[in-house]
C-alpha cells in the first residue's frame, strides 16, 4: 500500500479544523505538491486508488493519477477524525482539548474519539486488505496515517502526533498494514496515551 496525506489544503493555509465533507479543496502549493507527487510515482504500478469523502483528497489522486484509468473508490472509512464543536474553528484549540484528555474521551458536540477513530480506520484496512488488487494509493489525512504508519509496526498512538508531510507517499506491505489494523484494534480496547501519563 501507498499511503498519502492529501496536499496543502486551503484549510491548512489558517490551520483551520476541517472534517466535515466536502471541505475546501487544495491550495496552489496543494495543487503544486500533487502534481509532485505524480512525478515521484511515475512508472509505479497503482492497481486501485482510493480517497475519501473531503475534496482535497479526491484532488490529490486525480492530480496525482493524471491520465491513469486507474480503478476509483471513495472510502469513509479513511476519513479525517470527527470534530464535533472544533469543527471550522483553530487546530489549536482543537489540539489544547486532545491532548488534555484520555483517547476514548468524547469529542464535544458529537466529535469522534480518537479510540473510535483508530477502530474506524482498522475497518478501512480490513477492508483494503480483503481486495484482490496488489497495489494500492490511498489518500487520506494526517491523524489516519500517523496512526497507521506508527501501528504497522506495532506502536500505539500518542495524543501528540509527529508530523505527518503533505503528499509523501509512506510504503506499507500487505504484512505491515494487516499488523497496522491489528495493533489499532488492541489499542482501542483498553485505550491509553503514553505521552499523556505521569
Known amino acids: 500500500m501507498l499511503l498519502v ?8 493555509v489558517a490551520d483551520r479544523v476541517s472534517s466535515v465533507p466536502p471541505g475546501e479543496g487544495l491550495s496552489e502549493q496543494g ?44 472510502l469513509p472509512a479513511l476519513d479525517e477524525i470527527g470534530f464535533g464543536a472544533y469543527e471550522g474553528g483553530p487546530l489549536a484549540v482543537y489540539r489544547a482539548w486532545a491532548w488534555a484528555h484520555a483517547p476514548d474521551a468524547e469529542c464535544p458536540g458529537g466529535g469522534e474519539s480518537r479510540a473510535e477513530a483508530a477502530v ?34 506495532g506502536t500505539f498512538p500518542t495524543a501528540r502526533i509527529t508530523p505527518v508531510p503533505h503528499a509523501t507517499p509512506f510504503v506499507l506491505p500487505a504484512k505491515a ?22
Open 5 to 12: 496525506r492529501h496536499g496543502h489544503a486551503r484549510s491548512n
Open 31 to 74: 495543487v503544486q505538491e500533487a502534481l509532485a507527487l505524480r512525478v515521484a510515482l511515475d512508472g509505479e504500478g497503482i492497481d486501485l486508488a482510493v480517497a475519501t469523502r473531503l475534496v482535497r483528497t479526491q484532488e490529490t489522486l486525480e492530480l496525482a493519477l493524471g491520465p491513469r484509468r486507474t480503478e476509483r473508490l471513495v
Open 120 to 153: 474506524r480506520i482498522s475497518r478501512a484496512l480490513d477492508e483494503l486488505l480483503a481486495r484482490s488488487e496488489d497495489v494500492v494509493l490511498a489518500v487520506s489525512h494526517a491523524l489516519p496515517i500517523r496512526y497507521v504508519v506508527d501501528a504497522s509496526d
Open 177 to 198: 498494514v494487516a499488523r497496522a489494523a491489528e495493533t489499532l484494534r488492541a489499542w482501542a480496547s483498553a485505550p491509553a496515551f503514553v505521552d499523556l501519563e505521569g
